[in-house]
């Protein structure tokens, strides 16, 4: 079955510095890669995600890079605010598309 | 945006008993799914369901039955509980028609003595 593998267990910035963290997969037929943020003590909450058919897309200060060729995505925290200090989670969806496999997470840290 | 509420938030059990989580969702979603998340393990998919009736293995399904008896309800059971079952567990809902976005609820920290 599907692996995803994060390869940042932590991440410290400094306030107003970029943070990115990278996942690979392994199912070349993958084709949705969301994110998720999670806050200390709560549930998981959607932040953006990536589609196989664009390698990037943007929301606000967030940027996903997917490079199917290598099965390596990417989120890109530009301009870092202490409210996004929180563990983050990359996923990958297996062939079939209905279930989720999941990173161990990030956690990440913004230093003033 | 879509609402998955958990009950109970947290839950302490002893080896050997029953445990019952409970997850609500009022979006209307054909699919629901059970977490569990440890530390260095990220979320693992225990069970999931595809509408009123239907339930499905995920990857670690040993353990743990789940039953979705609405569209709105899908309970995850431990029958006969374990210290090894000690975690936080993740309900979520979703529709892979809709972009397949999940939502997830606030989980439940279960401790089993």
């Known amino acids: 079955g599907e692996k995803v593998e994060q390869h940042e267990s932590t991440l410290s910035v400094r306030e107003g510095d970029s943070a990115v963290i990278n996942c690979t997969y392994t199912?070349?037929?993958?084709?949705?890669f969301p994110w998720y943020k999670q806050e200390a003590g709560k549930g998981l909450h959607f932040v953006i995600d990536i589609r196989s058919n664009v390698d990037r897309k943007q929301s606000q200060r967030l940027i996903v890079l997917l490079d199917k060729k290598a099965k390596r995505f990417s989120l890109h925290i530009t301009a870092t605010q202490p409210e996004d200090s929180a563990i983050y989670f990359c996923a990958a969806t297996n062939s079939a598309g209905n279930k989720l496999t999941f990173g161990i997470g990030t956690r990440v840290l913004v230093r003033p | 945006e879509a609402a998955v509420t958990q009950s109970p938030r947290n839950k302490v059990a002893v080896t050997g008993g029953k445990v019952t989580l409970s997850c609500n969702q009022t979006n209307n979603h054909n699919n629901m799914y059970w977490y569990r998340q440890d530390t260095g393990h990220g979320l693992r998919l225990i069970h999931y369901?595809?509408?009123?009736?239907?339930?499905e293995k995920g990857d670690i399904p040993d353990g743990y039955k789940a039953s979705r008896p609405s569209q709105e309800n899908f309970s995850l059971i431990l029958e006969l509980a374990t210290p090894s079952q000690t975690s936080v567990y993740f309900c979520a809902s979703g529709d892979p028609g809709n972009q397949d976005t999940q939502y997830f609820g606030p989980g439940t920290r279960l401790l089993v003595l």
């Open positions: 199912d070349t037929a993958s084709s949705y």
């Open positions: 369901s595809y509408g009123a009736g239907s339930t």
